[in-house]
């Protein structure tokens, strides 16, 4: 598939078919994750591959409700998330990414004043991932709205790890609608700042 392609035609899917996912598939998504670019190539990221059901429904729990003016609703991907064969967590360590290097590692001193940067690693790898897994036919969508502490303790993550987001991978059973994306001239300007 085309990368500009598969950039602009992945959609999060929350409805997917029973199907197995092959094991060879999930390895070569995971290895799209492997290749990210990350801060000093810190690679603070461990990427957890859910298929027992019982996690499955333990991670399936964390999931928020979604507060809506008038009332609450259950995040729109609980049903996927009870039914698609695997899920990806995707971990990081933190304290390692951002950090003025040191010997044997970081000095504990972040170079910049946005501190950590666990979750934009992270969210480099989750997005080569996604694209890997639209590019070989399966559907996923990232989950953020989430209890990660929850997570945390259905998996073990230890101290010093956080849970990112997770996402499954399926095969869809959907045909999802295209949300409309800002055009450029709303996001971009030229040379410096514009409203
Ligand atoms: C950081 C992040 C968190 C998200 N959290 C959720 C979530 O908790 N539940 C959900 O159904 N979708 C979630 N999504 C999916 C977005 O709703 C979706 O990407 C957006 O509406 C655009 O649609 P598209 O992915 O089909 O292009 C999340 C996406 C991102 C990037």
Known sequence: ????????????????????????????????????????????????????????????????????????????????????????????????????????????EYVTDKGDWFMFDAALAVQNMVLAAHALGLGTVIIGAFDAKKVEQALGVPKGYRVVTFFPVGVPDQEAKVPPRKELAEIVTKDEWRK
């Open 1 to 108: 598939m085309e990368l500009f392609e598969a950039i602009k035609n992945r959609r999060s899917i929350r409805r997917y078919k029973s199907d197995a996912v092959d094991d060879k598939k999930i390895e070569a998504i995971l290895e799209a994750g492997r290749w990210a670019p990350s801060w000093s190539n810190t690679q603070c990221w461990r990427f957890i591959v859910v298929r027992d059901p019982a996690i499955r429904a333990k991670v399936a729990e964390s999931l928020m409700k979604i507060k809506l003016p008038d009332r609450e609703i259950d995040n729109p991907a609980t049903k996927a998330l009870n039914t698609v064969p695997v899920l990806i967590v995707v971990c990081a360590e933190t304290g390692k990414s951002g950090l003025k290097p040191g010997p044997g590692g970081g000095t504990g």
